[in-house]
């Protein structure tokens, strides 16, 4: 799988020019000879053809967590020049901003015991969950314009959140450029009877212990402690989200003649940053990018108030450490051949990493870096991280974002079995609940590569140090 890949480093490899034809830049990504074998020819062959599209700087990159996805490989990241380049839904994804935001409590693990089974039911039963799970909010057209606008603040602005969680979220819950207006009727009505909503497929809310301090002074700034239970909740913009990226992938494919571009993979269609069709998508990807932080919003206010009710916690007791988009693109200011300039850059299935003294990372975390979450499958350990110098300089300040599948969904039920992956979860303290037991079966541990191997890359290879490892004690699968 490696033939025809240059190893450049312990951890780096890089696929030269010429592995397809018209690169017109190198792709580098990051992996261990371990997982060397989890490595799929398409994905590296769709790391090389991003490294085709009009505009790339740099590199064509990819995380620890690389595998085959719609256009660009999940875990890929790539920056555009703003007068030459291009913006693409397919080095976004189509579940837009799925992210993952961590929440601290005072509870130690003996405060769950006898109780832990009744905090997944009340959670379970708070939290809509599943493909067609809907909100017990009830949003108009109009108010789904405005939280488009207006992100995470626009459920604070309405008692279920605090102004410090703002703070702790990435763009303080909201990207400026959002655009309603090109956001179809389609999309918004799916998105009207969702806000709130966990979602399917990997999305989760799970309830976690801190298990090990690794480095106790961004621990400390950051809030956490060894033996603290938290709550981590990934989910992203639902349908609207969904339907953003179909409307607009329509138009992007009929601008390629337009703008004479040449693809190797109509997956990867595109247009100029600064083209009426570019500028389109980035408000709608902005709009559904900001939907889905008050998604998160409100499914942590909804976790608060179950935890506030079962164990008489204050609601400001739960801490918001921070919340981090995976699916985006945005236009942030890097070093590009030692000049700060504005580029385009693309996260898809990869999370920011800024390091310490970046802008737009809260002033509380400034010394430290950005908070990173990498959450686990189920059974395995989420960590926390922080961003590093390094990634501001090799990755455009990104990081992988979880351990990447190594078998599809379709396998997975296949080779597991749902109810005794929930017997053997419960035999070793983690409860599950799920709609099905084939939802389990999709999402097994064993179906994804080791979050451990994936965040020890990362850290050894400079992209994020890690902070902290939690244990999973309880699970609610979308």
Not at 128 to 144: F, M, Y
Not at 255 to 270: H, V
Not at 277 to 282: D, I, K
Request: glycine share 12%; proline share 5%; aromatic share 6%.
């Amino acid at each position: 799988m490696l033939e025809g890949i240059n190893k450049i480093g312990d951890l780096e490899w890089e696929v030269p020019i010429g592995y397809v034809p018209d690169m017109r830049v190198p792709g580098r990504f990051f992996l261990s000879r371990t997982l060397a074998e989890t490595l799929e020819e398409g994905a590296v062959r769709q790391l090389a053809n991003v490294a085709t599209l009009p505009g790339i700087v740099r590199h064509s990159l990819a995380m620890p967590d690389i595998h085959w996805g719609y256009g660009f490989p999940i875990g890929g990241v790539a920056a555009f020049d703003m007068t030459e380049g291009v913006i693409s839904p397919g080095g976004v994804g189509f579940d837009i901003n799925c992210g993952v935001r961590l929440i601290t409590t005072p509870l130690t693990e003996a405060d769950l015991a006898g109780k832990k089974r009744e905090l997944i039911e009340r959670l379970f039963a708070a939290v809509p969950t599943g493909v067609g799970g809907k909100s017990g909010l009830r949003i108009s057209n109009k108010e789904v314009v405005e939280v488009m606008q207006n992100g995470a603040r626009w459920a604070v602005e309405r008692g279920l959140g605090t102004d410090a969680d703002l703070v702790r979220c990435e763009e303080e819950g909201a990207m400026p450029g959002a655009d309603p207006d090109a956001v179809s009727g389609k999309a918004r009505q799916r998105g009207i009877p969702q806000l709130g909503t966990l979602g399917g497929g990997n999305h989760f809310l799970e309830i976690q212990v801190v298990q090990e301090i690794v480095d106790p002074e961004a621990a400390r700034v950051f809030g956490v402690t060894e033996g603290q239970v938290c709550f981590m909740v990934h989910c992203g913009s639902r349908g609207l989200g969904h339907q953003v990226a179909t409307d607009h992938l329509r138009t992007l494919e009929h601008a390629l003649a337009k703008y004479r571009i040449q693809l190797p993979d109509r997956q990867l269609a595109c247009a100029p940053v600064d083209s009426p069709e570019g500028r389109a998508y980035y408000g709608a990807m902005a709009s559904a990018a900001n939907y889905a932080w008050a998604n998160r919003q409100v499914i942590m206010h909804e976790a608060r108030n179950v935890f506030t009710q079962l164990f008489g916690i204050d609601y400001d007791e739960m801490r918001l450490v921070y919340d981090v988009a995976h699916n985006v693109a945005k236009f942030e200011r890097h070093d590009v051949n030692g000049a700060a300039t504005e580029v385009c850059v693309h996260r898809k299935g990869a999370t920011r990493a800024f390091g310490p003294g970046a802008p737009g990372i809260p002033h509380e975390y400034a010394a430290v870096g950005q908070p990173v979450l990498i959450p686990g499958s189920m059974g395995t350990s989420s960590y926390l991280l922080c961003g590093t110098a390094a990634a501001m300089q090799k990755t455009w300040g990104s990081t992988c974002h979880g351990a990447g599948r190594v078998l599809s969904r379709s396998k997975a039920k296949k080779e597991v079995r749902g109810r005794e992956l929930r017997e053997q979860l419960a035999g070793a303290g983690i409860l599950v609940r799920a709609h099905s037991d084939s939802v389990l079966a999709e999402e097994a541990p064993e179906v994804y590569k080791p979050s451990h191997e994936v965040v020890r890359i990362v850290h050894e290879a400079g992209l994020s140090g890690t902070v902290a490892r939690l244990n999973p004690l309880g699970v609610i699968k979308g």
